[in-house]
Structure formats: C-alpha cells, structure tokens
C-alpha cells in the first residue's frame, strides 16, 4: 500500500471515529435520563448558591459562617438527611457535567474560531462539574475543608515550589478570567443560549436573574482572582482566599455592608435562575452568531452554517 493510500485511510478511519464520538455526545445530550441528571444537577447547585447568598446576607449582619461552597455544602451535611442528600447531589452533578460535555457535540457556526472556543469551555466546564462532583462526594462521606484554608495551602505549596509563583499567577488569571467571562456573559445577556426560547414576563423575570446572579458571581469571582495575584505578588499565602474572602473583602470597603448584601443576594438570583434553567432547558444544537451575524439576518441574509 502505498503511502498516500495510508494517509487516506488513516483520514477516513480519524473522521469515522470523530463522527462516532459526535453520534455518542448527541445520544448522551438527548438522554432522557442524563436531561433529567442535568437539571437535578441545576437545581442542587442552585441550592449552593442561594446558601452562599444567605451565608453572606448573615456575615453582613454580623453572623458567623464561610460563606461559600464549603459552607453551603456543611450546612446541607448538618441536616438529618444531609448524607443522602449530598450523595443524590453529587451523582446529579456527574449527570449535569455529562450534559455539558455533551453539548460540545452540538455547536455550529459560521465562525470556526467561536465553535472551538465554545467547544472547550464546555469541556471545562464539564470537568469542573466533574470536581464539584467529587467535592460533594467527599462531603457525604464526612470530610470537612475551608474553602479559604484550601485557597492557602495551595498558595503555600506553590510559593515553596520552585516556579511555584508562576503557577500561583496563572490561578489567579485563570479564576479573574472566569469572573470576567461571567460578568461578560450577565451584561450582555448570553446566558440566555442555555434555555428555550421565552416571551413575555416570564422572559423578563429569567432574564433579570441571570443579569445579576451573573454579574454578582463574576464579581467575587475577580476579586478573589486579584486576591491570588497578591498572595503570588507578595509571596503571602494567606492573602489567597476564595469566594468567601472575595465576600469579606467587599464588606470591608466603605459602605461594605450594604455591598455586601448586594452581592450576596446576587447569588441568590443566580441560584434562581438555575433553577429556572433546569426547567427551560435548551435543547438541541446551539447555533452561535455574532452582533454582526445577528444584523445580517434581520436583513434577510442568510448564514451557511
């Protein structure tokens, strides 16, 4: 066989197996039982953040408690029920990051570089479902971490780490990113590709809890990113902190408390509008369009996607 018979047939066997791979996804997205997953996947992290929000709400008014995944989460194991219900969590999350690394399969634009980019936050976003996952295992089973105390040891370990700087630097550009990307996604109302089609009241009610849960989340999000910059910068571990010191940071600026309050019940919203997402879930593939894309149909034009 010749040598470009070869390169031929190893093409034709590399596309038969991506179609396979995108035939297996599309299957797995339009699972009844993975959908169902997904959205008990929604509503369970909906759950989190509207316990982070309240958490928060209470740190304002001078309570106690970490508020973030950590404490949410400890709250939930407290209950009488906490264990079975961190475990039903945990496997939904498994179930939700499925769905999300599905959707990979099913995006399509005009625009190759938006299908790549798209492609891989799914991907990401399906691993980090994945680690929730595992977080919310381990919690059933009864282990306990500070979300905070994590944010430093990993700090620590980094700064002790030859290059270990570097990495800490790359943490907090990767977590300010999301929180931008996040802030991003709220103000310009893109979160609204996750669900069906909605009209009226119902659109508008939906669409102002994702602008601020969004836009909240993203924000606490930054900070706690600048945070890890400063741990790296001033080779100081404890100035590393998560969510929850992102929170406390915003208490202590002036007027902090109401700020506070704000943000805080911008994770509330979010949680809402999770779980107004479990119920409108979209479904089939996202076609991506630009502002550019979207004046060029209401023109009449076309797109070949």
Not at 2 to 21: F, H, K, N, P, W
Not at 39 to 53: E, Y
Not at 177 to 189: K, Q
Request: hydrophobic fraction near 50%; charge should be positive; include cysteine.
């Amino acid at each position: 066989m010749s040598e470009g018979a070869v390169a031929d047939r190893v093409t034709q066997l590399r596309e038969t197996a991506r179609e396979r791979i995108k035939d297996a996804a599309e299957r797995a997205n339009d699972h009844p039982k993975v959908r169902i997953a997904a959205r008990a996947g929604l509503v369970a992290n909906g759950i989190i953040h509207i316990l982070i929000g309240c958490i928060a709400i209470g740190i304002a008014w001078g309570a106690s408690g970490q508020a973030d995944q950590s404490g949410a989460l400890t709250a939930v194991g407290s209950t009488p029920v906490g264990s079975v219900l961190l475990w039903a969590a945990s496997a939904s999350f498994i179930g939700l990051a499925v769905l999300q690394g599905s959707e990979a399969a099913r995006v399509y634009s005009i625009h190759r570089k938006l299908v790549l980019l798209r492609r891989w936050t799914n991907v990401a976003k399906s691993l980090g479902y994945t680690g929730i996952a595992m977080v919310t295992a381990l919690y059933a089973l009864g282990s306990r971490h500070n979300g905070s105390e994590v944010s430093q040891t990993l700090s620590a370990d980094l700064l002790n780490t030859p290059g270990g700087v570097f990495a800490l630097v790359a943490v907090g550009v990767l977590v300010g990113t999301v929180g931008g990307t996040l802030i991003f996604r709220g103000l310009s109302r893109n979160f609204r590709e996750e669900l069906e089609p909605l009209s009226g009241t119902r659109s508008h009610v939906v669409v102002s809890l994702g602008l601020l849960g969004h836009t909240a989340k993203g924000v606490a999000l930054v900070i706690s990113g600048v945070l890890f910059l400063c741990a790296a910068a001033f080779a100081d571990p404890d100035a590393a902190r998560g969510v929850d010191g992102a929170l406390r940071v915003v208490a202590f600026l002036p007027l902090g408390g109401a700020l506070l309050v704000v943000v805080a019940s911008g994770f509330v919203a979010y949680g809402f509008y999770l779980f107004a997402r479990a119920r409108f879930l979209r479904k089939g593939p996202l076609v991506v369009v630009t502002r550019k894309d979207r004046r060029r149909l209401q023109r009449g034009e076309a797109l070949d996607i």
